[in-house]
């Protein structure tokens, strides 16, 4: 995800664009933190009590005034707070772009189902940083 939010970066300073990319805070969690299914995250006590702070910030503060949305939900996996953010994004009217066609739910990465009604809110997927750009254009 960091190599993607860098190049989208670069190539927006290449073309003196100047779009406001807000990206996820997972600096102060442990490597095979995101790897967790949200039940287990759950069980960490700093975890949940940032949690509800981080949601309302990404809905409010990022996702509100954002004038597009992009989903990177790497081999398909969108998790639930993600989810909660595209549903919101979509009740807001914006446009949503995703990496990837599908909106797998569940126990990453084995235990994955298909979430239909998030697949409905997605407008295009864009599977680089180019195409986001172009999009933008």
């Known amino acids: 995800m960091e190599s993607f939010i860098q190049e989208l970066r670069t190539l927006s300073e290449k073309q003196k664009l100047h779009p406001v990319i807000f990206d996820p805070e997972f600096e102060e969690r442990p490597d095979n933190f995101e790897n967790q299914h949200e039940k287990e995250r759950m069980r960490s ?4 009590l940032a949690i509800a702070g981080k949601v309302y910030d990404h809905l409010f503060r990022k996702v509100r005034v954002a004038d597009i949305c992009f989903i990177f939900n790497k081999d398909g996996y969108l998790g639930a707070n993600t989810n909660g953010e595209l549903f919101a994004a979509a009740a807001l009217g914006k446009t949503i772009y995703a990496l990837h066609p599908k909106t797998l739910m569940g126990h990453y990465p084995h235990d994955l189902y298909e979430e239909p009604s ?5 407008h295009e997927i864009v599977e680089t940083p180019e195409e986001l750009l172009k999009r933008l254009l």
Not at 45 to 48: I, L, T
């Open 118 to 122: 998030s697949r409905k809110l997605i």
């Open 45 to 48: 006590d700093p975890y949940r």
